[in-house]
């Protein structure tokens, strides 16, 4: 089956640095994937849709110069969140579902646990 | 922004036992999806159905659909202690293909 890969799965960082997660599809091609945030005891929430060889789309309320996307490639997005703060602490989930596959699910990657401290 | 709303927010039942969980949704859809979630994982996906479609099976999971509602359900039958999860219904909207999600259901089964 269609299998996505996130990495890192967990990562601590300090107040204003920067960390960048990545999200591949492993044996698909993906030109769309989706950047998810989830908060505990609560549900995903869309951050953004990241396009390969375009600019991400921005849900409303997510700064784009704080959570950078770039989809460089039909196999990998990044999400890079800038200047971290521990607001920013959360469970962030990338999902990508195969081209030109319509109504078929989303692949999800396992999910990176950032804490900010 | 969410979508469904899933009922209950936690249920909790004894192994063998059916469990039920209700979501409801605003807008028109391309479909309904149901995903299970693991503490700290990422999402696993259960099953899908069509917005023309009534009623889907797989395996110890039915999933039905009434889009006069707007709302869908989903059944688990005998159900076993690895069931225990969180579960959440998602609508696929627009030409993008993303998915919004409800709040989920936080299923407990007991052995």
């Known amino acids: 089956g269609a299998v996505v890969s996130q990495h890192p799965s967990w990562v601590i960082c300090k107040s204003g640095t920067s960390v960048k997660i990545e999200c591949r599809s492993l044996?698909?091609?993906?030109?769309?994937m989706f950047w998810y945030r989830q908060f505990p005891k609560q549900s995903l929430m869309l951050m953004a849709t990241?396009?390969?060889?375009?600019?991400?789309?921005?849900e409303q309320g997510v700064e784009k110069d704080k959570f950078l996307i770039n989809h460089a490639s039909l196999t990998l997005s990044t999400l890079t969140v800038t200047s971290a703060h521990p607001e920013d602490s959360s469970f962030y989930i990338c999902s990508a579902r195969v081209d030109r596959l319509y109504n078929s699910p989303l692949h999800f990657g396992n999910g990176t646990r950032l804490t900010v401290t | 922004s969410q979508q469904g709303e899933e009922d209950p927010q936690a249920l909790s039942i004894q192994e063998g036992e059916n469990a039920t969980m209700n979501c409801s949704y605003k807008t028109s859809i391309n479909n309904l999806q149901w995903y299970r979630q693991n503490s700290g994982r990422g999402l696993v996906h259960l099953i899908l159905?069509?917005?023309?479609?009534r009623e889907k099976h797989s395996g110890r999971l039915r999933v039905t659909l009434d889009t006069s509602k707007k709302s869908s359900s989903l059944l688990i039958t005998a159900s076993r202690a690895a069931d225990t999860a969180s579960y959440f219904c998602?609508?696929?909207?627009?030409?993008?293909?993303?998915?919004?999600f409800g709040k989920g259901t936080k299923l407990s089964v007991k052995p």
């Open positions: 998602a609508t696929e909207q627009g030409s993008q293909g993303n998915l919004i």
């Open positions: 990241s396009n390969e060889g375009s600019k991400a789309t921005y």
């Open positions: 044996d698909f091609q993906a030109t769309t």
């Open positions: 159905i069509r917005s023309n479609e």
